[in-house]
Each structure stands twice: as C-alpha cells, then as structure tokens.
C-alpha cells in the first residue's frame, strides 16, 4: 500500500498527510481519474490514426485562470480507483487500440503510476507518454526514468511575474527549464517508427492574449538550451476565452492573429521545428468530455 504522509511530489511541497486529507493538488490517498478514452487531438505523432490512449488525471499543481481543463484541476472532479483498477485500465486502452498510454497531469500521483506501470510492463507495447504542465520536480521526474518514452510538457513562461499572477507558480521558470532538461536526459531525441513518435521530447508553448514577447523570451531560451533537432515544439493557438472568468481583461480575448504569426516567426527564425497549431483550434469541442469514460 502507498502512503504519502508528507508530500513532496511537486514544486509547492505542501508536505500534506495524504492519507487524511487532500495536497494543495487535490491529490489524496488514492489517484482520482475523470476520463479514460481514446484521444484524437494531441500533436499528429501521437494521436496518430487511432487515437491516444488519454488517462486524465483529477487535480493540479498549478492553479491557471485560464485552465480548458478547470472541471478536473480545480474542481478535482473524478472517481478514485486503487493501482489494480489503474493498471487495468492501462492494458484496456492498449487493447482498444491506442498508439501509446497518454498520462495526462499525473504528477501528484506518481508513485501509484509507476506501481501499476510496474504491473502491466510484461504486457504493455506501446510507448508511455507523461503529459504535463512542465512545473515538475527534478526528483519526482527522476523516479520515472525507464517507464516514460515520450515527455509532453508545457512551457508557458519564462516571466515569472506573469507565471505567479495567471498560475500562482512564482517560481515556475526556473522550476520548468530544470524539469525539461531533466525530461530530455532521459529521453533523448525524438526517435519515430513511421509517422508515430516512439521516444523523445516534445515541449508545448501556449500563446496567451498580451504575452507576444513572453511567449518570444520562451522560445528564446528554448532554442539556447537545446541543440538542433533535439525536442519537437508544439506551439499552439488554441487559448479559449470562454473557460476565463477572472479579473485581468487580456485574458477575455482570444490570441490575434498578429500576436500568434510574429511568435510563429520568431520560432522559424530560431530554427525551432514540430508542429505549429491553426488558429481554429480555439474551440471549446476540442475539450473532452470529463464524465468517467473508461473508468
């Protein structure tokens, strides 16, 4: 049996009881799941033709304003299962299909994914994918080292000032750029069977209304961290107005066109490659339904 008495999964080290209450995550003693379902938006290398098989995992260690996903994050919306129902769960996806296991915002449950991935590693031939907002302890990735071949991770800032106000994460760039140096130790450079992602990196960048030059900083560091060819980036377009109900005016439009083709340039003009999202993306259907699928 897994018990966390003092939690230090993620950056904000809440050291919670987790056997009697809940983290600053919303993580308890248990991991909490709101959907389990084949999932045909991800980037083109990894939903593929049949979809990936997306897990998605109830709480968050960030609490962005803006979250498309705010119903499991902040609400902690979902059905608690043990590691046998999770490993089940992870061998039915396979079965049903899915070009990898997708591991959606996991962190704070790390230890009882990697339990359940020990159980199922006999059996399960597709590549593990650990899909998450990037804002990761060094240690926790560390204890992932052999059952993840693809890390997905956001990067959505490089100004602290904004990561604290939009996210309540103050120190969320000098957490990420750790976290995904980390990621690529382990993985290494994208490797790919066909027109499917095997094992690699691909960082996702998020284009917010008013945050051009952010977004620019981002890719800046980005392009200096890592050398050529050694991530994919996922830069995308698709910030949604209707999930933002708070204070900050910029956040109520969606990304011009303006804003999102001068960050678009200065990716190709960095020589950054993978895949550059269309501004159509911005719709609320491209969010799944969060009501225990496969659970």
Request: charged residues 20%; negative net charge.
């Amino acid at each position: 049996m897994i018990e966390i008495k003092h939690c230090d999964l993620c950056p904000k080290l809440c050291g919670a009881d987790r056997t009697k209450t809940t983290g600053l995550c919303g993580g308890g003693g248990l991991p909490k799941l709101a959907r389990a379902a084949l999932h045909h938006w991800e980037e083109p290398c990894i939903s593929g033709t049949y979809g990936s098989g997306a897990v998605f995992f109830s709480g968050c260690s960030m609490c962005c304003c803006y979250c498309q996903n705010a119903q499991i994050s902040a609400e902690n919306f979902g059905k608690e299962v043990d590691v046998e129902r999770l490993a089940e769960i992870f061998l039915n996806l396979q079965e049903q299909g899915a070009h990898n296991l997708n591991l959606v915002s996991g962190s704070h449950y790390t230890p009882w994914v990697i339990e359940a991935l020990k159980r199922v590693r006999p059996a399960l031939h597709i590549p593990v994918v650990w899909n998450s907002s990037g804002y990761e302890r060094v240690e926790t990735l560390r204890a992932l080292e052999g059952y993840v071949q693809i890390y997905l991770p956001d990067f959505k800032y490089a100004d602290n000032h904004r990561a604290e106000t939009y996210s309540k994460a103050k120190d969320y760039f000098s957490v990420t750029s750790q976290a995904v140096q980390e990621m690529f130790r382990q993985v290494g450079k994208p490797v790919f069977q066909g027109d499917l992602l095997e094992q690699g990196l691909v960082i996702r960048h998020l284009v917010l209304p008013g945050g051009m030059e952010d977004s620019m900083a981002v890719l800046d560091w980005l392009a200096e961290a890592f050398g050529e060819g050694e991530f994919l980036l996922s830069l995308m377009s698709q910030y949604t107005p209707a999930y933002y109900k708070g204070e900050y005016k910029e956040l109520t439009r969606r990304v011009s066109t303006y804003e999102y083709n001068r960050v678009l340039s200065h990716a190709q003009e960095l020589g950054l490659s993978g895949f550059m999202q269309e501004r159509d993306a911005a719709k609320k259907e491209y969010t799944p339904p969060f009501n225990l699928e496969g659970i």
